[in-house]
């Protein structure tokens, strides 16, 4: 799922994947825009579910249909995803780290590359 910053114009998307481990891949059960995607984010907080911000990746996402499993080309993208929730506890959100990106440290490298 995904938040972007409204001040740049962006609108927000949020992706719901789920994955049963029968399937071949996760697949999209929620996608959504604006007020849409706000309630996808509150739900998943609703229910202890985790939030992964990368909005180009929720713009990928969100161009599937509901039901249909993640292409091959984005596997590893949703494999880091699942590995950043490993040591997710529901009962004590802030087990979370923050992801190498959000750091401020790695924001002031990526500066000169954007």
């Not at 995904?2 to 049963?20: E, F, H, I, W």
């Not at 499993?69 to 494999?79: C, F, N, S």
């Not at 506890?89 to 954007?114: C, F, H, I, M, S």
């Amino acid at each position: 799922m995904s938040r972007s910053n409204g001040s740049q114009g962006k609108t927000r998307r949020a992706v719901a994947l789920q994955y049963g481990g029968a399937e071949g891949a996760p697949v999209v059960v929620a996608s959504g825009m604006g007020y849409l995607a706000e309630k996808i984010i509150e739900v998943a907080a609703d229910n202890g579910v985790p939030v992964y911000e990368d909005n180009s990746l929720a713009t990928m996402l969100s161009q599937l249909q509901l039901g249909q499993e993640i292409p091959e080309a984005l596997y590893q993208a949703v494999v880091d995803i699942y590995i950043y929730f490993l040591e997710f506890d529901p009962n004590d959100p802030d087990t979370l780290k923050k992801r190498p990106a959000e750091q401020p440290e790695a924001q002031e490298d990526n500066k000169e590359g954007v």
